[in-house]
């Protein structure tokens, strides 16, 4: 059993950046591809991106890519989310999750975070 738990969000401005952890225990967490999602009110959720086991490949939606990165340090069990040149349309919980296939759909994520709130002012 994995567990995950996200911090970092809160409010910034339009332009802005953010930076959200994802502290992982329990398991083997280089075991792990960890992903991020997101959710707004009244939508689905989203995929962000995802970082394979040993951080050597990322991939990202469209929405975000050029201005969110991801990394982890597996020596923290950490996975980051640096988020720059932040939208309005960026504001939804943000949350990591843990996967064995890099190429799952969400569906296929083994185990969830709780999720913290990005909310983007314009």
């Known amino acids: 059993q994995v567990q995950l738990v996200e911090s970092g969000g809160g409010l910034v401005q339009a332009g802005g950046s953010l930076r959200l952890s994802c502290a992982a225990s329990g398991g083997t967490f280089g075991s792990y591809a960890m992903g991020w999602f997101r959710q707004a009110p009244g939508k689905e959720r989203e995929f962000v991106g995802i970082?394979?086991?040993?951080?050597?490949?990322?991939r990202y939606a469209d929405s975000v890519k050029g201005r969110f990165t991801i990394s982890r340090d597996n020596t923290k069990n950490t996975v980051y989310l640096q988020m720059n040149s932040l939208k309005p349309e960026d504001t939804a919980v943000y949350y990591c999750a843990a996967t064995y296939d890099y190429y799952s759909e969400s569906n296929g994520y083994n185990y969830w975070g709780q999720g913290t709130q990005v909310t983007v002012s314009s």
């Open positions: 970082i394979s086991r040993s951080g050597g490949n990322t």
